[in-house]
């Protein structure tokens, strides 16, 4: 077991930088990928690794410090010096021992690195603490084929470098090479003050090339929020097929204004898109279930979509739990889309959370997803498709796990 200067087990601290200033996307630390801010995905698992004394992030921002804070890290304000364009991650990383000097090693975890697992971070910090490496970075193997570069107009000709163009491999016969992914980097202190990251009696780790996410340009956005949602890490409690979707009527299924009329009559708008959500969440046998805390029962007449719908609510919870038990579901099995503050203890303890793009921002630090779409604008038909997605993964979840008992069960009988 690695040894702190005291004897007792060395502080292993996780450390994700994140400053506000971006060349490329604004604030791209903490924009939304798959309804969750970047900067959470690296910080959920790092927090749920177990391995950390600490969990940190360096930033110079305001937003950031507050989205940080929110998924359980510890925050360290960087100075102006090590904030600029051209400051290297080293140099905000010796800063940061410089004001922690409780720290012995460093897991600096880049944000850019959304499919990150804690099963990745455990391996390492074993490497580090049990089996003495000075440092350990990230990996991921590539089948691809370099050549040299040339100039053009100049007289020389490409060469390969790793491959005989006379017999090319095929790539199930090649077991290809290992590049850096930047995904994280972890060091004993004595290599930081020294000026390395890398150094010592080194190690390299090897990611899942699934889990080899890394966002440098806007984009690349879309394709990665595809991969989260398939390769991603969603907390420690295995996801559970939605059996249930209460969503909150004003704010989400309309845009929360409400127009009178003349002769004193209420109406409300809504998207066209919203109804086709719900049912094609009612076609997937996910029942949907309405709430509000004013009586509009007139206005779902007139909406027709044939939903039970507690109205007049005074307490969101409590009709959330009598519904919960009625039905007979767990918690993991109930999704919520709610938008104000009355939402929050719903949101906090459905499996599946969500909040239009405009809830108020209580409702948003409690979901687990926050829709692009504004409320009454498309957010119930956007979260229907985050429900979906998540649902295909638990199938192939349990479709892998299936496939290894029965692999498992053929083995034993041979």
């Known amino acids: 077991m690695e040894a702190g200067a005291g004897g007792s087990r060395a502080h292993l601290a996780a450390l994700v930088l994140a400053r506000g200033g971006s060349k490329g996307i604004p604030l791209k630390n903490i924009k939304l990928l798959a309804g969750v801010p970047l900067i959470g995905w690296v910080l959920r698992a790092a927090v749920d690794a177990g391995v950390f004394h600490s969990v940190w992030v360096s930033t110079d921002h305001d937003e950031i410090e507050k989205v940080a804070k929110q998924f359980g890290a510890q925050v360290h304000r960087r100075s102006p010096e090590v904030s600029q364009d051209s400051s290297t991650s080293l140099e905000a990383i010796r800063e940061f021992l410089n004001h922690h000097h409780e720290v012995d090693i460093v897991g600096n975890i880049q944000a850019t690195s959304p499919c990150l697992h804690p099963s990745d971070l455990i391996k390492v910090a074993d490497l580090i603490q049990k089996e003495g490496f000075d440092s350990v970075f990230s990996v991921v193997r590539r089948h691809q084929f370099r050549w040299s570069e040339v100039k053009k107009g100049g007289s020389k000709m490409t060469e390969p470098q790793n491959l005989n163009p006379a017999k090319r491999y095929r790539r199930q016969d090649w077991?290809?090479?290992?590049?850096?992914?930047?995904?994280?980097?972890?060091?004993?202190?004595?290599?930081?003050?020294?000026?390395?990251?890398?150094?010592?009696?080194?190690?390299?780790?090897?990611?899942?090339?699934?889990?080899?996410?890394?966002?440098?340009?806007?984009?690349?956005?879309?394709?990665?929020?595809?991969?989260?949602?398939?390769?991603?890490?969603?907390?420690?409690?295995?996801?559970?097929?939605?059996?249930?979707?209460?969503?909150?009527?004003?704010?989400?299924?309309?845009?929360?204004?409400?127009?009178?009329?003349?002769?004193?009559?209420e109406m409300v708008s809504y998207d066209y898109r919203d109804i086709v959500g719900i049912n094609l969440l009612k076609k997937r046998g996910i029942q949907i279930r309405l709430i509000s805390e004013r009586d509009c029962s007139k206005t779902l007449s007139a909406m027709q979509l044939g939903c039970i719908a507690k109205v007049s609510a005074t307490n969101k919870l409590q009709v959330l739990e009598d519904w919960q038990k009625d039905m007979g579901l767990s918690w993991k099995e109930i999704a919520y889309l709610g938008n104000e503050e009355s939402d929050v203890e719903c949101l906090k303890k459905a499996g599946m959370s969500g909040v239009p793009a405009d809830a108020c921002t209580v409702a948003q630090k409690a979901a687990g997803y926050i829709c692009k779409s504004s409320g009454g604008c498309g957010a119930v038909r956007e979260f229907a498709e985050h429900i979906f997605m998540l649902l295909e993964k638990v199938n192939s979840a349990r479709k892998q796990m299936e496939e290894m008992s029965s692999a498992g069960n053929e083995m034993g009988g041979k």
Request: glycine share 10%.
């Open 175 to 265: 077991a290809g090479e290992l590049y850096e992914n930047g995904s994280f980097y972890f060091a004993k202190r004595h290599l930081i003050e020294k000026g390395y990251l890398q150094g010592g009696k080194m190690a390299y780790y090897e990611m899942r090339a699934e889990h080899s996410v890394d966002i440098d340009i806007d984009i690349d956005w879309p394709i990665a929020e595809q991969r989260v949602l398939s390769f991603g890490y969603f907390g420690k409690d295995p996801l559970k097929e939605v059996k249930l979707l209460v969503c909150s009527i004003d704010g989400c299924l309309t845009n929360g204004r409400i127009y009178v009329t003349e002769d004193q009559k």
